[in-house]
């Protein structure tokens, strides 16, 4: 298998709140960093064992149909009936089918992007990849605003966009969508039962408002081929955040993958404070002990790989 020897299983459960960010140094851009095709391509390969990106980035029209029950992921005792609305939003054919792109980037959303002036790096990728409908117009200076595809967790509607219960936040978030304008709208609606309601009041959106987007609705088998993909490697998650399940799908279809906007430490390298996102007040923490997410071990493993050459992590501003 590849290279990539992580160990640590101790797993913390909450975003660490420690001076971590210490032992995180990472050179800065402009010292040597080189891609390491060979390494890359066998992470790849090693990927594929687990699942295909091309495949689980969707479930497709043909597998399913109105009226068929699913058991939602996280909560298999619960169960969904699939929609009208959602059949007609599922793709006839993988978004990905037969995609391969030189240089990817995936922004993650920690508050490290503010004043690192990567907006035009980021554009000048040939696949842009952002998480869960983070706003890019105000921040275009350090985040960019090309946008390929966009993750949407169901929970985003309520944090984001008050749970829809008047007219303004129906409206921003339909701005929101129509901003999206071609890419891929990328819904976890088979993961955990809460957002039920949430993710059908986003299809009805997009169907009523005619909106332009690509949907895809990941694969039931998706989070678990991960983790156990990262298992392989020693990397022992509880359960994938969106910008590790972006990395693990983006091997399949991207040659050079840049990460920005991974830092999951409440201080920079140079002991600054920095927001746990760049664009709201959430804060490092807010995710209770019983989190599932492990952010700083997610880190670490990215880090090495980082190190290695088979990705490219900027965590302070760009050239
Ligand atoms: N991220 C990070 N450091 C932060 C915040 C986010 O590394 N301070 C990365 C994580 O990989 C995260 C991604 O950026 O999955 C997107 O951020 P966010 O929307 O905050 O994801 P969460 O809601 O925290 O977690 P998830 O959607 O993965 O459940």
Redesign the pocket.
């Known amino acids: 298998g590849a290279e990539v020897v992580i160990n640590d299983s101790s797993s913390p459960a909450v ?1 660490d709140r420690s001076n971590e960010s210490i032992k995180h140094n990472i050179k800065p851009a402009s010292s040597k960093w080189r891609h390491n095709q060979t390494l890359s391509l066998k992470i790849r390969k090693q990927i594929l064992k687990f699942l295909d990106a091309e495949k689980d980035i969707s479930v497709l029209k043909g597998t399913l149909k109105p009226g068929d029950i699913i058991h939602y992921v996280f909560d298999r005792d619960s169960t969904m009936n699939v929609s009208q609305n959602l059949y007609e939003l599922l793709p006839r054919t993988s978004p990905l089918k037969g995609k391969q792109f030189p240089t990817c980037a995936i ?6 992007l503010l004043s690192s002036g990567c907006g035009p790096e980021i554009d000048a990728h040939s696949f842009v990849i952002r ?2 409908l ?1 706003p890019v117009q105000e921040y275009s200076q350090d985040v960019g605003m090309k946008t390929d595809l966009v ?1 949407m ?1 169901p ?2 509607i309520q ?1 984001a966009f008050e749970d829809l219960v008047n007219e303004t936040w129906r409206e921003k978030l339909l701005q929101r969508l129509h901003s999206l304008n071609g890419s891929i709208l990328w819904i976890p609606a088979f993961m955990a039962k809460g957002g039920k309601e949430r993710v059908e009041w986003v299809n009805e959106l997009i169907l009523k408002h005619h909106i332009n987007v690509r949907t895809a609705y990941p694969s039931l088998r998706l989070l678990h081929a991960v983790r156990g993909y990262w298992l392989t490697n020693k990397v022992h998650i509880k ?8 990395y693990t799908l983006a091997t399949r279809f991207c040659n050079q993958i840049y990460l920005y ?5 409440p201080l920079d390298q140079n002991q600054n404070p ?4 760049y664009y709201d007040s ?1 804060k ?1 923490g807010y ?1 209770s002990q019983a989190s599932p ?1 492990t ?1 700083p071990l ?2 670490k493993a990215l880090k090495t790989l980082h190190q290695q050459g088979a990705l490219k992590l900027t965590v302070g501003e760009c050239d």
């Open positions: 975003v922004v993650g959303n920690s508050g490290v998480c869960n983070a993750t967790n929970s985003v944090r359960r994938p955040t969106t910008g590790l399940l972006m906007g991974f830092w999951p430490f920095v927001k746990y996102h959430l490092y995710t997410h952010m997610e880190f």
